[in-house]
């Protein structure tokens, strides 16, 4: 018998969100309240990497907790973003009682159904609120599929650039990148200490995710290097989050996923500004 999946709605995640951002001291960004969430609700594999319809850049959990931080911000004042993308509870927030989740999320449905009767217009068309899914990483999804059309030699050149404003030196391709990934090796330079690293990028569609044996692949390919970084377009799963971090392997992993790496390079000035700004030249001309 096929196995029945239940899938919390967005009305069960605001709990969740709001435990995770008191747990992480009252502000989190979005990848790090998606992770505190599935830890504090033990979702497995099923729930984490199901892709949502009509998506290809994120999960139906991600989807999901999109609407949860929407409805907590907008009909709770429970939260609010700033313009890196980071979530703060507000002093509403901080005061909720998550003893009392079915008052809270009662709250919630009551300012809902008095807010959505209010419609906004958009290209000449009324739009109700209920249609409306604020995600301040939205940019992202747009990014991620610049990347990832991008042409190999055009990838390879944006991960080496990423990597040099990050602190790397000597940044060298050791592999080919026609698998959608690149490998090579680098110095990374912190301060008055630098030390040679191991680098993986995979391009793929965020339905693609990276498993444990992608990472242990990945570490079996080191020689006289104890550190690597793993990078993708995508997501890491739960199991090859838990093989990266397995200290008795005995060489290190950092993993950074789709949404951590438009955050490095907007930090970085890659392509796209601090103010969320994508240069399409930049990337077309790689």
Same mark, same amino acid.
């Given at each position: 018998?096929? *196995?029945?999946?239940?899938?919390?709605?967005?009305?069960?995640? &605001?709990?969740?969100?709001?435990?995770?951002?008191?747990?992480?001291?009252?502000?989190?960004?979005?990848?790090?309240?998606?992770? *505190? @969430?599935?830890?504090?609700?033990?979702?497995?594999?099923?729930?984490?990497?199901?892709?949502?319809?009509?998506?290809?850049? =994120?999960?139906?959990?991600?989807?999901?907790?999109?609407?949860? =931080?929407?409805?907590?911000?907008?009909?709770?004042?429970?939260?609010?973003?700033?313009?890196?993308?980071?979530? /703060?509870?507000?002093?509403?927030?901080?005061?909720?009682?998550?003893?009392? /989740?079915?008052?809270?999320?009662?709250?919630?449905?009551?300012?809902?159904?008095?807010?959505?009767?209010?419609?906004?217009?958009?290209?000449?068309?009324?739009?109700?609120?209920?249609?409306? @899914?604020?995600?301040?990483?939205?940019?992202?999804?747009?990014?991620?599929?610049? &990347?990832?059309?991008? /042409?190999?030699?055009?990838?390879?050149?944006?991960?080496?650039?990423?990597?040099?404003?990050?602190?790397?030196?000597? @940044?060298?391709?050791?592999?080919?990148?026609?698998?959608?990934?690149?490998?090579?090796?680098?110095?990374? =330079?912190?301060?008055?200490? /630098?030390?040679?690293? *191991?680098?993986?990028?995979?391009?793929?569609?965020?339905?693609?995710?990276?498993?444990?044996?992608?990472?242990?692949?990945?570490?079996?390919?080191?020689?006289?290097?104890?550190?690597?970084?793993?990078?993708?377009?995508?997501?890491?799963? *739960?199991?090859?989050?838990?093989?990266?971090?397995?200290?008795?392997?005995?060489?290190?992993?950092?993993?950074?996923?789709?949404? =951590?790496?438009?955050?490095?390079?907007?930090?970085?000035? @890659?392509?796209?500004?601090?103010?969320?700004?994508?240069?399409?030249?930049?990337?077309?001309?790689?």
């Amino acid at each position: 018998m096929k *196995k029945i999946i239940k899938f919390p709605d967005h009305f069960e995640l &605001i709990i969740p969100t709001i435990k995770a951002l008191k747990i992480m001291g009252g502000s989190a960004t979005t990848d790090e309240i998606t992770n *505190k @969430v599935i830890e504090i609700e033990k979702y497995d594999d099923e729930i984490i990497n199901a892709p949502q319809k009509g998506d290809k850049s =994120r999960t139906q959990l991600e989807y999901r907790l999109a609407w949860a =931080r929407t409805y907590l911000k907008k009909f709770l004042n429970g939260i609010e973003d700033t313009s890196r993308g980071l979530w /703060s509870l507000t002093e509403v927030g901080q005061k909720l009682d998550i003893s009392d /989740s079915k008052r809270i999320i009662s709250d919630v449905k009551k300012n809902k159904n008095v807010n959505s009767k209010i419609y906004f217009k958009k290209n000449g068309n009324k739009i109700n609120l209920d249609e409306i @899914v604020e995600d301040v990483d939205a940019w992202k999804d747009k990014l991620l599929n610049i &990347i990832i059309d991008c /042409s190999p030699k055009s990838f390879e050149l944006l991960t080496k650039k990423m990597l040099r404003e990050s602190g790397c030196i000597n @940044v060298e391709v050791t592999g080919k990148p026609g698998d959608k990934g690149i490998d090579g090796i680098a110095i990374l =330079r912190l301060g008055l200490i /630098s030390f040679p690293i *191991k680098f993986q990028c995979k391009r793929y569609q965020k339905t693609n995710f990276i498993g444990p044996s992608d990472i242990r692949e990945f570490r079996g390919s080191f020689a006289n290097i104890d550190k690597g970084i793993f990078i993708t377009t995508t997501r890491f799963t *739960k199991a090859a989050i838990e093989e990266a971090a397995d200290s008795a392997k005995g060489k290190t992993i950092d993993l950074i996923d789709g949404n =951590r790496f438009c955050d490095l390079l907007r930090q970085y000035k @890659v392509g796209i500004s601090e103010e969320i700004v994508i240069d399409k030249e930049f990337f077309e001309n790689l």
